[in-house]
């Protein structure tokens, strides 16, 4: 076989079915491959950004990496967000680039990059395959290292002529996991601890991702009546309305929050990286607290804040080993869950301001909250107008969120189609701001293409909102490139076959079950009030 179809069986051998691609002359010998392999979904996008959120969102929801496929150059450059954001996000993806002729490498030939110097402070890992014998081995290794530890992006660039040549190689078969175990004497100390604690606060972060650990995650803490937060973004670990959820780390989590987290006694970092969101400003844990820190990589522990107990294995393996308490949970406990839970309340109470320039989105994101189907997923794209979907949707597993821990617009519309593609028996609901919408909005050609039904929000507002907001606050009455114009969404996305309906008023949120409930695509278009989230004088 030749490198291409090595490649590819060797990807089927991972059990991965699903390659995102924008075609490009480079890899002319990877898409023959593909010709003949049913087994493998090609999924032809519209622009490589597509492309790498698809194959993110796809990983989120499998827990294999997702793969795109793209040229060398601009291709490449394109796909750039997509790097960086798996490596904020933690997200397993491979992505593979065609590059220049073997014999024209480092001679400046047209678009040629060299990627190890464009990647090498993003990915996890850059490789260039240029020897056909060595094939197996360098994707073998590029998929291992993307698993591994804290999973991320590997960058894989193959030479044009390399990918046509012949290779004899076996194809590599599944790897087995990575095991490890907490030891026993440190889960002794920590059961006494869990024990003992009288303000005990569980962080549970993207290190719980395998199937059925967000059941063992919800049986820890009612077995150990241990009040848990999430990290950013990551609501749909846990029952949002369970006494025990106490939050998420977010972007603008109250001072009354942060200082009543201040004074737990214990806090347990559970498969969460102590970034800065996750940290408030590395905040959090505050000094003096017991920290308690249980991460599959060893570098993701005590880089910033320095651990009672540092257990480098996986949180499923964790949750496993951890067994039930031999005790009841000291009284101040009750006293101490309540307290965290009425500073829940106070973040998921409504905000809905007398406004005249639109609708509050918080007013539709509770709509589709309380619509949304109990497997329903849920796609976001960046922008104040998903800060409320984070505060007041109540996920619950087996509900999904997908959004950009890294901030990056464009995410919402791919990550749905990804969705749609993976679960097409669950609805895929998708909220998009007007400005990422416009980034990658084009991806909904492969909703079309592939008749996928997914239902729409676009919240229309002519602003660059997050932005705006920081705007008005630091340099106020004076702004900026924050304002812009728009198309006829409305056209649009009949253009994209999709049901249209154009939401106004609060009466119309009132069709928002219907939609959800009915077959077939739907692009809802939302009058967006910014005057409902700029800041007041």
Not at 344 to 358: F, H, M, N, T, W
Not at 435 to 452: D, K, N, W
Request: hydrophobic share 45%; charged share 20%; glycine share 10%.
């Amino acid at each position: 076989m030749t490198v291409g179809e090595m490649i590819v069986e060797a990807l089927l051998a991972q059990g991965i079915d699903r390659l995102f691609c924008v075609p490009g002359e480079s890899y002319l010998g990877l898409l023959d491959a593909l010709h003949d392999r049913t087994a493998m979904d090609t999924v032809v996008c519209r622009h490589e950004s597509g492309a790498g959120f698809m194959a993110l969102a796809d990983a989120r929801l499998t827990g294999r990496p997702g793969v795109a496929a793209v040229s060398r150059g601009p291709g490449a450059c394109n796909a750039a967000i997509a790097v960086h954001t798996a490596q904020q996000d933690g997200v397993p993806f491979l992505l593979i680039v065609g590059q220049v002729a073997a014999a024209d490498l480092r001679r400046d030939a047209f678009q040629e990059i060299d990627y190890g110097k464009m990647f090498g402070s993003v990915a996890k890992w850059v490789a260039e395959l240029t020897d056909p014998a060595r094939a197996a081995e360098t994707l073998r290794r590029a998929l291992q290292v993307a698993t591994t530890g804290t999973p991320g992006p590997v960058v894989l660039s193959v030479p044009e002529d390399v990918l046509n040549a012949p290779c004899a190689s076996p194809v590599p078969g599944p790897q087995a996991p990575l095991v490890a175990a907490p030891p026993a004497d440190a889960l002794a100390r920590l059961r006494g601890w869990l024990a003992a604690a009288e303000r005990p606060v569980l962080l549970a972060g993207s290190g719980i991702a395998a199937p059925g650990e967000r059941e063992a995650l919800l049986g820890f803490i009612e077995a150990w009546e241990l009040p848990a937060l999430v990290t950013f973004r990551r609501q749909d670990l846990l029952p949002n309305r369970h006494r025990l959820y106490a939050g998420d780390m977010g972007l603008s989590n109250p001072a009354s929050q942060m200082a009543a987290l201040g004074e737990a006694d214990l806090v347990l970092a559970l498969g969460a990286r102590l970034s800065d969101i996750n940290s408030q400003g590395f905040s959090f844990p505050v000094p003096g607290q017991r920290l308690v820190h249980v991460h599959a990589d060893p570098d993701a522990i005590g880089p910033i804040f320095p651990a009672s107990l540092a257990l480098a294995c996986p949180a499923g393996a964790f949750l496993d080993a951890v067994g039930l308490p031999d005790r009841p949970p000291p009284g101040a406990r009750r006293g101490w869950v309540e307290r965290l839970a009425v500073e829940r309340q106070k973040i998921v109470a409504p905000r809905l301001p007398e406004v005249s320039d639109g609708l509050a989105f918080e007013a539709v994101a509770s709509a589709i909250g309380a619509a949304l189907p109990k497997d329903g997923i849920l796609t976001l794209d960046a922008g104040s107008f998903a800060a409320p979907c984070y505060r007041i949707i109540p996920f619950a597993p087996p509900q999904r969120l997908l959004a950009p821990i890294s901030g990056a617009m464009g995410f919402g519309v791919p990550a749905a189609v990804a969705a749609a593609l993976r679960e097409p028996g669950r609805t895929v609901v998708c909220c998009v701001g007007d400005g990422g919408f416009l980034m990658t909005g084009s991806e909904l050609a492969v909703a079309l293409e592939r008749r996928l039904p997914i239902k729409l929000f676009l919240a229309e507002n002519g602003v660059y909102g997050s932005i705006r907001i920081h705007q008005e606050r630091e340099f106020p009455g004076r702004t900026t490139g924050t304002a812009f114009a728009n198309p006829d969404f409305l056209a649009m996305g009949a253009a994209y076959g999709a049901t249209v309906t154009h939401i106004q008023t609060a009466e119309e949120l009132k069709k928002i079950p219907a939609i959800l409930a009915a077959p077939g695509p739907h692009f809802v278009v939302v009058k967006t009030s910014f005057d409902a989230v700029k800041p007041k004088p």
